[in-house]
């Protein structure tokens, strides 16, 4: 069935350097993917998205890879600030607009 | 601040009760969505409105309803509550429905169930 999952639980880096979150999506006809950042007491909030037709996009200090080979959808911050943690979300879009997310990835930012 | 606004913030009730949660989606927003986040099941999708129309259901049981109203204010309603039904509820809204439009999440509703 459909589901989106992330590899690791728990990410801790130290302030600076780059972070990868990564991905695992089982639905190959997904064609829209996003990654939403949560604090804690707050909603998800939209952080970049990705369409299948594309394998690489860029944000403001945020990079989303996308590989379809593999299935594989991974998410850089570059420069990792204090600010960036939270817990991490990838979400896969249906046609209808329903988001199906992955159980989050802890990103914790060490000084 | 994401423009989409939930009320009551916390909801604590009895076992049995019934609830309604109110969505008020961003100003010009025609999708609204609601989302159930507890600790063993992550964010599940539960129903999306469209223009005051039921676009998908989710993983809503049967217990829960939802609707879309003409000013595109929405309401969940959960009744026969039951223990398992403590989480976070959030809305989220979007300009119309489709991939590629993103989704902007309200602060959520907190239920406790006791």
């Known amino acids: 069935g459909e589901s989106v999952g992330l590899h690791l639980p728990t990410l801790s880096v130290q302030e600076g350097d780059n972070s990868i979150i990564n991905c695992a999506y089982s639905n190959s006809a997904s064609d829209y993917f996003i990654w939403y950042k949560q604090e804690s007491g707050k909603g998800p909030q939209f952080i970049i998205d990705?369409?299948?037709?594309?394998d690489k996009r860029q944000g403001q200090r945020v990079t989303v890879l996308l590989n379809k080979t593999v299935k594989h959808l991974s998410l850089q911050i570059a420069a990792t600030q204090p600010g960036d943690s939270a817990v991490y979300f990838c979400?896969?879009?249906?046609?209808?607009?329903?988001?199906?997310f992955g159980q989050g990835t802890t990103l914790q930012v060490k000084p | 601040d994401s423009g989409v606004t939930q009320t009551p913030k916390h909801l604590i009730t009895a076992t049995g009760q019934r609830v309604t949660l109110r969505c008020s989606p961003r100003?010009?927003?025609?999708?609204v969505y609601w989302y159930q986040q507890s600790l063993d099941q992550g964010l599940q999708f539960l129903i999306h409105y469209y223009n005051g129309e039921e676009r998908a259901k989710g993983n809503i049981l049967e217990r829960f309803s939802a609707q879309q109203f003409p000013d595109l204010h929405s309401e969940l309603n959960l009744s026969s509550l039951e223990l398992g039904d403590s989480a976070l509820y959030f809305c989220a809204s979007s300009v119309t429905t489709g991939n590629g439009y993103e989704q902007y999440f309200g602060p959520g509703t907190r239920l406790t169930v006791t």
């Open positions: 979400a896969e879009g249906g046609n209808t607009g329903k988001l199906i």
């Open positions: 990705i369409r299948s037709n594309m």
């Open positions: 100003s010009g927003d025609l999708s």
